[in-house]
């Protein structure tokens, strides 16, 4: 590994975030584990949520903007007969140590729109993917424990966090492509055949779409190189594998072939797709995970050992970014202890606390981080207030 300078929060003030109305947490310099600790509802993940709005995206729980700003009674008021919603304003704001020195960044709504403002350094930006520059983030939560049970969409989402952490501009990719094919799919259904139209948006899916396929591959091929070997004692190895007509494609043809290929299928779509039918395209790949040990399709293992793949993947991700990029990820882990046994949560947290990133976890039982213990800062959550534990 190459020398990586220590990354991480040094500070963080949330206004108006969830069931925060203002919260200012400092944290040491050092930028060793942040843990938090607390009751159900205590209001540990929404601090893990206003960590992850430091990075492009819609944080951790992909949420709508508007429901991250602060619920009161006083919301809805009532003038001449009408409601009218209060605007939903909230913003997080950080103190950074990056690779390249201590950066400020600000983000949250002033509108209540579904458009989040961001500045770095006070000074506006536009792209989130230059956010995603300064702060790279990864994160593990509960609603992915069952990650490969679950709908392709998840997976595709947590395939597309590992590219965006890896290559910012994976974010814009994805934007456009979304943003192509929903226009695309509205002319077609709602039976307005504005042929130029169609082919100009074809071109931009097949070009974003295309260079989507490029960057999963990409990333799956290097987490698969940190992975020929266990990234961990206790930790599985998993193969990982891409399916999907763009992903295939690209595995024995040129780029601008697929692009053209891709662009053809769609065309021959629209009629199909006018009807009600589907596409396939990178919005239906899927990413596949073996455990390779047992010889095992990741969905039909244990809860603890999908975990323990996917720790791995992460692992892997971690390894790859720091070899070839000089730099690693923060990671934020919300539930990290459930359904890992004693021995393997252990070495997660030497693993965890030796990497030159910053990494964030909760739990309900303070108990089980005591492995940790001197070695981390320890946080006790109660009702949205958070107080420093000496551990
Ligand atoms: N927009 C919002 N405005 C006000 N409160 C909210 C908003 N969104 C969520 N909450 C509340 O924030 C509280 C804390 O939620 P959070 O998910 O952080 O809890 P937690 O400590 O992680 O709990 P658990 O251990 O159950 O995961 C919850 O009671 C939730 O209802
Ligand atoms: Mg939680």
Same mark, same amino acid.
């Given at each position: 590994?190459?020398?990586?300078?220590?990354?991480?929060?040094?500070? $963080?003030?949330?206004?108006?975030?969830?069931?925060?109305?203002?919260?200012? &947490?400092?944290? =040491? =310099?050092?930028?060793?584990?942040?843990?938090?600790?607390?009751?159900?509802?205590?209001?540990?993940?929404?601090?893990?949520?206003?960590?992850?709005?430091?990075?492009?995206?819609?944080?951790?729980?992909?949420?709508?903007? %508007? =429901?991250? %700003?602060?619920?009161?009674?006083?919301?809805?008021?009532?003038?001449?007969?009408?409601?009218?919603?209060?605007?939903?304003? #909230?913003?997080?704001?950080?103190?950074?140590?990056?690779?390249?020195?201590?950066?400020?960044?600000?983000?949250?709504?002033?509108?209540?729109?579904?458009?989040?403002?961001?500045?770095?350094?006070?000074?506006?930006?536009?792209?989130?993917?230059? &956010?995603?520059?300064?702060?790279?983030?990864?994160? +593990?939560?509960?609603?992915?424990?069952?990650?490969?049970?679950?709908?392709?969409?998840?997976?595709?989402?947590?395939?597309?966090?590992?590219?965006?952490?890896?290559?910012? %501009?994976?974010?814009?990719?994805?934007?456009?492509?979304?943003?192509?094919?929903?226009?695309?799919?509205?002319?077609?259904?709602?039976?307005?055949?504005?042929?130029? #139209?169609?082919? %100009?948006?074809?071109?931009?899916?097949?070009?974003?779409?295309?260079?989507?396929?490029?960057?999963?591959? =990409? $990333?799956?091929?290097?987490?698969?190189?940190?992975?020929?070997?266990?990234?961990?004692?206790?930790?599985?190895?998993?193969?990982?594998?891409?399916?999907?007509?763009?992903?295939?494609?690209?595995?024995?043809?040129?780029?601008? +072939?697929?692009?053209?290929?891709?662009?053809?299928?769609?065309?021959?779509?629209?009629?199909?797709?006018?009807?009600?039918?589907?596409?396939?395209?990178?919005?239906?790949?899927?990413?596949?995970?073996?455990?390779?040990?047992?010889?095992?399709?990741?969905? &039909?293992?244990?809860?603890?050992?999908?975990?323990?793949?996917? $720790?791995?993947?992460?692992?892997?991700?971690?390894?790859?970014?720091?070899?070839?990029?000089?730099?690693?990820?923060? +990671?934020?882990?919300?539930?990290?202890?459930?359904?890992?046994? /004693?021995?393997?949560?252990?070495?997660?947290?030497? $693993?965890?606390?030796?990497?030159?990133?910053?990494? #964030?976890?909760?739990?309900?039982? /303070?108990?089980?981080?005591?492995?940790?213990?001197?070695?981390?800062?320890?946080?006790?959550?109660?009702?949205?207030? +958070?107080?420093? &534990?000496?551990?």
């Amino acid at each position: 590994m190459v020398g990586v300078s220590k990354t991480g929060v040094k500070q $963080i003030r949330l206004t108006n975030f969830r069931s925060y109305d203002a919260m200012n &947490l400092v944290l =040491d =310099d050092a930028l060793e584990p942040v843990i938090l600790t607390g009751h159900n509802g205590a209001g540990k993940t929404n601090v893990l949520e206003a960590v992850s709005f430091l990075t492009a995206g819609k944080g951790l729980r992909g949420a709508r903007l %508007a =429901d991250v %700003a602060k619920r009161t009674g006083d919301d809805l008021l009532v003038a001449d007969g009408d409601v009218i919603k209060l605007p939903a304003r #909230w913003s997080v704001s950080a103190k950074v140590q990056t690779i390249n020195g201590e950066v400020q960044i600000g983000t949250g709504t002033v509108d209540g729109s579904e458009r989040r403002q961001i500045r770095i350094d006070g000074n506006p930006v536009s792209k989130q993917a230059t &956010l995603g520059e300064v702060f790279r983030c990864l994160w +593990l939560t509960p609603a992915q424990d069952r990650l490969f049970c679950g709908d392709p969409a998840s997976r595709r989402r947590f395939l597309d966090r590992l590219v965006q952490a890896f290559d910012p %501009a994976h974010a814009t990719r994805t934007s456009e492509y979304n943003a192509a094919f929903k226009q695309w799919s509205h002319l077609l259904r709602e039976g307005r055949y504005d042929t130029a #139209w169609l082919s %100009a948006l074809e071109k931009q899916m097949a070009l974003s779409g295309v260079a989507i396929a490029a960057s999963r591959l =990409d $990333i799956a091929e290097r987490i698969s190189g940190y992975l020929q070997e266990p990234i961990a004692g206790l930790f599985p190895c998993p193969d990982v594998s891409l399916t999907g007509i763009v992903e295939q494609a690209l595995q024995n043809k040129p780029a601008v +072939l697929v692009e053209q290929e891709f662009a053809d299928i769609l065309a021959r779509s629209r009629k199909n797709y006018a009807d009600g039918g589907s596409v396939s395209g990178p919005h239906t790949a899927d990413f596949k995970v073996n455990h390779r040990q047992k010889n095992m399709d990741a969905s &039909l293992c244990s809860t603890g050992e999908q975990k323990a793949l996917l $720790i791995s993947i992460i692992l892997a991700q971690m390894k790859a970014q720091m070899n070839e990029q000089g730099l690693c990820p923060i +990671l934020l882990m919300d539930e990290v202890a459930a359904h890992l046994d /004693v021995k393997r949560r252990n070495e997660l947290f030497d $693993i965890l606390h030796a990497l030159p990133a910053q990494v #964030w976890m909760t739990g309900t039982d /303070v108990a089980s981080f005591s492995h940790l213990t001197g070695r981390a800062q320890f946080f006790d959550v109660e009702e949205s207030i +958070l107080s420093k &534990l000496v551990a």
